[in-house]
């Protein structure tokens, strides 16, 4: 313990860096884009299901500015029927490279038809093509069936632009806590919480 104390427990902690959770979040999420091998904003994303049994998967973390946290997705899979129900979620960000974790608590809500356009837009054409041929989550027959689907979505709108079907859109997580978490030798890890309070945000360091 005395090395241990020596030598790591004098480093800056997470309360020391920052005050503000979205500053943070902007930092760490700037350095994991440098060393994370793929989909540094990649998160899972927690919803619940209407008995309350959790339900987990992985989607792309879109944009992020003080409103909140993007992700698009199909509003009629299971995550959508799910967020229909229930807006609660938490978000979790782990970068292994950076030994670092971000829980985020918060609630969704729909972006606007015109944010979900110009963000649709941007995707390559294949992959509008698979989201317009994609009825995500619900039972496949075969791969065959799918490809027919695409190859439809090709045909049906070669020369155009492929619109934005009416159930694919994204959602914003506005977020009511964070926690971010830093690994240190023998598990002895630094963490803190954030909370709104008044106009700002409260950190209280957590016991690892
Ligand atoms: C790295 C990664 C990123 C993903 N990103 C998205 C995404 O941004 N949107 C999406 O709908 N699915 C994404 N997926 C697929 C989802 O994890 C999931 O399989 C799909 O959305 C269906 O989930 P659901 O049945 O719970 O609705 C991603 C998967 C991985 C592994």
Redesign the pocket.
């Known amino acids: 313990m005395g090395d241990y104390s020596q030598n790591t427990e004098n480093t800056q902690t997470l309360l020391d860096l920052k005050s503000d959770p979205f500053d943070l979040f902007t930092d760490w999420m700037e350095e994991a884009e440098v060393s994370e091998p793929s989909?540094a904003n990649?998160m899972a994303l927690a919803?619940s299901t209407p008995d309350g049994h959790p339900?987990l998967?992985?989607?792309?973390l879109?944009g992020v500015d003080r409103n909140g946290f993007v992700?698009?997705?199909?509003k009629e899979?299971?995550?959508?029927l799910?967020l229909a129900e229930n807006p609660f979620v938490s978000l979790l960000f782990h970068w292994k490279s950076l030994r670092r974790q971000i829980r985020i608590e918060g609630t969704v809500s729909p972006v606007s038809e015109q944010e979900a356009d110009l963000y649709f837009a941007s995707r390559s054409r294949m992959s509008r093509l698979g989201a317009v041929a994609s009825d995500?989550?619900r039972p496949l027959e075969n791969r065959e069936i799918f490809k027919k689907r695409i190859q439809e979505a090709e045909e049906r709108y070669e020369g155009q632009q492929v619109p934005r079907p009416a159930n694919w859109s994204g959602y914003r997580v506005k977020p009511s806590a964070f926690e971010f978490w830093q690994e240190r030798p023998y598990r002895l890890h630094d963490r803190a919480r954030w909370t709104p309070e008044a106009n700002t945000w409260s950190a209280t360091r957590l016991y690892p």
Do not use: I
């Open positions: 989909d990649a919803t339900s998967r992985v989607v792309l879109k992700f698009y997705t199909n899979s299971r995550k959508g799910e995500q989550s």
